[in-house]
């Protein structure tokens, strides 16, 4: 089972419409909770009310490491999470090194295997530019 999707590319890919549609597809189709992360309030009418929409700024989010740690508190907080979505993570937290990236993914993905958790997220970023640390990561439509 695939527990960490990355939705990359530049700006005006589709991106956030695929994130949207796949939002909805969770919503329909899996039983328990849906989240959804985004920096601001751009995805209020898009996103299906069943769904929880956090924004980020609200939170202070600035940081992967700040991310990992509002991610553990909502499974903490939430048992019944089964997919947590995040729209455009450099938008939230600002541009990180491609490490960076790889092990936050990696942490998503140990992280999402011991609570039951799917991970989808977006990056503006070109995918050509990353090594198989992020890019094995990337969703397959």
Sequence with gaps: ???????MGLKGTGKTKLLVDLVRKAVDEEHGDVICIEKDKNLTY????????????QYGISSIDLMGGFISGLAAGNFDITHVFIDNLFKIIGEVPESTLAKFLAWLERFGESESI????????????FGEGVTKYLYQA
Excluded: E, G, K
Aim: net charge neutral.
């Design 46 to 57: 898009d996103i299906p009310y069943q769904a929880r929409l956090v924004h980020a700024s």
């Design 118 to 129: 799917t991970f989808t997220v977006t990056v503006s970023a070109d995918a050509a530019n």
């Design 1 to 7: 089972m695939i527990l960490v999707r990355l939705i």
